[in-house]
Every structure is written in structure tokens, then in C-alpha cells.
């Protein structure tokens, strides 16, 4: 009997530990995911979709913007998946890049902005939570998180933007490079 | 043309939506299998028994035009919702209900998933044109609801504009301020209230089940020991610069990302793992930076066709765009980690 009950404890004893850690997302992490989402939806809609495309049509052309702002303002206006739609205002032979440099910022992003990829929210959550217990500031890592995002972004859409550019001119789709 | 069947795709054991009907035509003709390591075998039987085209999305990019149909291994984020919001008809093979940011788009109409080559059935003539008849009657059904729906929404925002026009105008001085402050107040209202209507919603669908599924790994890891036999492994690898580089070269191999990537679910797990690690002191904090960038070296290799398609990219852009991203991964994954340690010294 003594054998049985001590299963039993363990059974259960194990999905307690993952209660407490499920209570503390909820008490910890919920509400503030609340507000902060709440308030960043508002600002979306007053400030409206058309002005920010409009912007974001404006400064695409400098290459320095096309892979830090405007992926910035893309991901955090319209959030992964949408953001990606942003693509259409520049030249094809752009898109790959913009593309890479766009996804690859929808988890920087999250350490301050949740509201952006609140779907995929753990790839953040799981270290920074850990970041937090031992002691550390989670804002302080999010904040570098999308300080450093912007840095790899930039880095990222460099190089796609040469390899898709070798790459078109290697499967003679010279006509796209040119397009403006 | 002769050759063009209708066949029935039905949603699979656990699954939802459907059945679907599809009938290729010389303008739609082509099955796309947006699934990542080749063609589905789903996308190949649909192919054979309709006498359409298969091509991988990820190699032959296809205009959203001449898409008959369009099958994805999505969890339930972005992708599943993608096709459907451009009308094209999605089979997921992957089991699950609408979800994600996109799930409003996701109608029983347009979406099945669960799919199994088993759920493909060929349909003979005969009942074709009934079940073509009925379900024309019942699109005719659904596009008059529609109208309906139309005309009150037509009507709700004529009964607006008459407010607004008569609010503009016509009252002035002291009375005119405060009507507009009102207004001014009451879309404020309106906006915030729907904002936060917004949220649940997203927090509800989108946040709570990951942090359920999370909580509960973490508890069985944590409880009965795994933990620490993960740790041995995951420590050591971790817990270095050169480590991290190696898990970046990883996830960002070229075959390896694509199936890494989806809904960033092994991102999550492995990013929950080292911040445990983190948590109980076995990895060093100031790896915490430049271990996020090392577990995600394979973000959105999955979904190059599909944000591409999003950006309006012409199917040679996506041809020559998606090798292209995958193999920039290998130089960026790695070099992103770099960049991330050398900012982590800055904590």
C-alpha cells in the first residue's frame, strides 16, 4: 500500500511542479501581457494603417532603413504574420532580403513589445524567465535583446540582399535586378 | 483538361473544416505543397486522383491564381492562416481548430485539417455535378448571408455618418466643444474597449495553451530528474561562446531549419530549457543574449513562400528568394550569435 500511495504522490507531485510554474505565468507574466497589449492595439488603430504604410513607402529605398526601421515598424504596427506585407513597397529584388531581416526580428522584438509575436512569445519567455530567477533584469535583457535584434537585422539583410542579387544574376534574371 | 477530376478532401480523425471539393481547371492546375522537406504525400494523392499539377512551394513558387489548392503542415500560427485569407483552398495535415492570429480566416469552406492521404476521395461524374449543384446552392446560400450581413453593415454605417454629419457643424460655441469632446471621448472608448477585447482574445488562444504546455514540461522535467540528465548535455554546450556558435551552425543548417522552425516550438522548448539552466545556476547569465539568438537561427525558414506570397513577391522572386534566405542562415546564424555575445558584454 505504502508502495502505491508513493506513486501516487509522485504522479501527482509532478503536475503540481508544473501547476506552480503555470500559476506563476499566470499571476507574473499575464497581467502585464494584458496592459502592455491592450495599450500598443489602441495606438495601432488611432495612429491607422495607411499613415504608417505611407511612411514606410517613403524610406524603404535607403538601405540602411529598409533593414532596421522599417522592419521595426512593420513587425511592431502589424505583428508576425502581417508585417510581412510590407514587402510589397519595395523592388522584387529587395523582397528576399527584407523578408529575412523581417522574420528574423518578430522574437527580438517580443522582449519589449509582446504584442507582436504573442503566439511564439517562449522563445523570449523561456530564457528570460530563467534570466529573471537568477537575479538579472529582464528589462534590461530586453531591452538589449531588441537593441542587438536590430544589429543582426541589419547584418542579415546585407547578406541576403548580395546572395539573392548573385543569385538572380545567376538564374538570368537580370530583368529583376533591374527593376526599380 | 480531359483528364481534370473532382475530388473530395475530407478533414482527418481529430480534425476540422471541410470536406473540400476541388476541380482543377487550365487556370488553376496546380497543388502546392507548402510543407518543407519536398512534396506531401497529401499534395502528391490529390494531384493523382484530380489530374492536377504538384509543385513545392519552396522550389516552384506559383501565383496565387493558378492555385488549386494549397496543403501546409502548420501547428496552428501563421501559416494556417495564410492561404485562407487569400481565399485559397488549405488542407493542413497537421491536426488542429483555427488558431492564431489569422483563425478568423479559417472557414469550414476553405480549410480541412487533419488530413490523411485516406481522407482523398475521387468523385464519378454523376455525383460530381450533384455535389458541384449543391454546393453552388450553398454558396449562393452563404453569399447571400453575406449580403445580408452587407446591407447591416451598410446601413450601421449610414446611421453613423448621418450622426457625424449631424454633429459637424451644425452646433457651435460651447455646445459644439462639448459634443466633441463627447465623440471624441466615445471613439476613444470604443477603440480601447476594443483593443482589450483584442487581447483576451489573442491571450486566450495564443498565449495561455503555450504556457499550459510549457508548465506542464517543465514540471515533469524539473520533478523526475530529466532535468538533469538534459542539463549534462545541454550545459556543456551552453555554456560557451564556441558551444553557442555550434548550436547556431545547427539551426541554421539549410535542410535542418526549415523543420527546426514551425510555430517556434523547438526554439521555445530548447530557449525554457537553458533559461532553467540559467535559473538554477548551472549556465552563466551573461550567455542568456547571445543564447537567443543561438536557438533561433532557423526563425521563419519554414515560411519563406508564404511571407514572400504576403509581400506580393513574383513566383521568380520566391524561386530564387528562398534558397537564397536558407543558405544566408549559415553565415548569419552563426555571425548573429557573435554579435550577440559581444553586446552581452554591455549587461
Not at chain 1, 133 to 144: D, E, H, K, N, R
Not at chain 2, 257 to 276: D, E, K, M, R, Y
Request: with cysteine.
Amino acid at each position: 500500500m505504502d508502495f502505491m500511495i508513493a506513486i501516487a504522490d509522485g504522479f501527482i507531485g509532478m503536475f503540481q511542479a508544473g501547476a506552480e510554474v503555470f500559476m506563476g505565468f499566470m499571476t507574473g507574466i499575464i497581467p502585464l501581457l494584458v496592459t502592455l497589449i491592450t495599450a500598443v492595439n489602441a495606438l495601432t488603430k488611432m495612429i491607422g494603417e495607411e499613415k504608417i504604410n505611407r511612411f514606410l513607402q517613403k524610406i524603404t529605398k535607403y538601405a540602411l532603413l529598409r533593414y532596421t526601421v522599417v522592419p521595426l515598424i512593420a513587425v511592431f504596427f502589424f505583428t508576425n504574420p502581417m508585417c510581412y506585407t510590407v514587402g510589397r513597397f519595395m523592388p522584387e529584388k529587395y523582397k528576399p532580403a527584407f523578408y529575412d531581416s523581417a522574420v528574423s526580428f518578430v522574437h527580438p522584438i517580443t522582449g519589449l513589445f509582446p504584442h507582436a509575436n504573442s503566439a511564439e512569445l517562449f522563445i523570449w519567455l523561456g530564457v528570460a524567465t530563467g534570466y529573471a530567477t537568477a537575479g538579472g533584469s529582464q528589462a534590461q535583457l530586453g531591452l538589449m535583446f531588441l537593441l542587438t535584434g536590430l544589429l543582426v537585422i541589419l547584418m542579415r539583410g546585407l547578406v541576403t540582399e548580395r546572395i539573392s542579387a548573385y543569385m538572380f544574376k545567376k538564374q538570368g534574371y537580370e530583368r529583376i535586378l533591374n527593376e526599380k | 483538361m480531359a483528364n481534370h477530376k473532382t475530388v473530395i478532401v475530407s478533414k482527418g480523425k481529430n480534425g476540422w473544416g471541410g470536406p473540400l471539393e476541388l476541380t482543377p481547371t487550365e487556370e488553376k492546375k496546380y497543388v502546392i505543397s507548402v510543407t518543407g522537406g519536398g512534396i506531401h504525400p497529401v499534395a502528391r494523392e490529390i494531384a493523382r486522383l484530380s489530374g492536377a499539377e504538384v509543385v513545392d512551394s519552396f522550389k516552384n513558387p506559383v501565383a496565387k491564381e493558378q492555385t488549386l489548392v494549397a496543403v501546409i503542415d502548420c501547428g496552428g500560427t501563421a501559416r494556417c492562416g495564410t492561404y485562407p485569407r487569400l481565399r485559397i483552398p488549405t488542407v493542413n495535415v497537421k491536426v488542429m481548430s483555427p488558431s492564431g492570429p489569422l483563425a478568423k480566416f479559417m472557414t469550414e469552406d476553405i480549410f480541412a485539417s487533419g488530413v490523411t492521404v485516406g481522407d482523398i476521395e475521387l468523385v464519378d461524374s454523376e455525383a460530381a455535378v450533384a455535389a458541384a449543384q449543391k454546393t453552388e446552392a450553398d454558396e449562393a446560400v452563404v453569399k447571400n448571408n453575406e449580403k445580408i450581413k452587407e446591407t447591416v453593415a451598410a446601413k450601421a454605417e449610414a446611421v453613423e455618418d448621418n450622426s457625424e454629419n449631424n454633429g459637424y457643424g451644425e452646433k457651435k460655441g460651447v455646445m459644439g466643444i462639448i459634443d466633441k469632446i463627447a465623440k471624441g471621448a466615445g471613439t476613444f472608448m470604443n477603440i480601447m474597449y476594443q483593443a482589450g477585447r483584442d487581447t483576451i482574445d489573442t491571450i486566450i488562444k495564443n498565449i495561455i495553451p503555450f504556457m499550459a504546455f510549457v508548465a506542464t514540461l517543465i514540471g515533469i522535467i524539473n520533478y523526475t530528474g530529466i532535468g538533469e540528465i538534459l542539463a549534462n548535455v545541454l550545459v556543456p554546450l551552453s555554456n560557451n561562446i564556441g558551444g553557442l556558435i555550434i548550436l547556431g551552425v545547427i539551426t541554421s543548417l539549410p535542410f535542418l531549419s526549415p523543420l527546426l522552425a514551425p510555430g517556434a516550438v523547438i526554439g521555445a522548448i530548447i530557449g525554457t530549457l537553458v533559461g532553467n539552466e540559467i535559473a538554477n545556476g548551472n549556465i552563466d547569465m551573461s550567455i542568456a543574449l547571445p543564447a537567443l539568438f543561438a536557438i533561433n537561427a532557423q526563425v521563419g525558414t519554414d515560411f519563406i513562400p508564404v511571407g514572400l506570397t504576403l509581400g506580393e513577391a513574383k513566383p521568380e522572386t520566391i524561386s530564387v528568394g528562398a534558397p537564397a534566405i536558407l543558405f544566408s542562415r549559415v553565415i548569419t546564424g552563426p555571425l548573429a550569435v557573435v554579435i550577440a555575445y559581444f553586446m552581452s558584454f554591455t549587461l
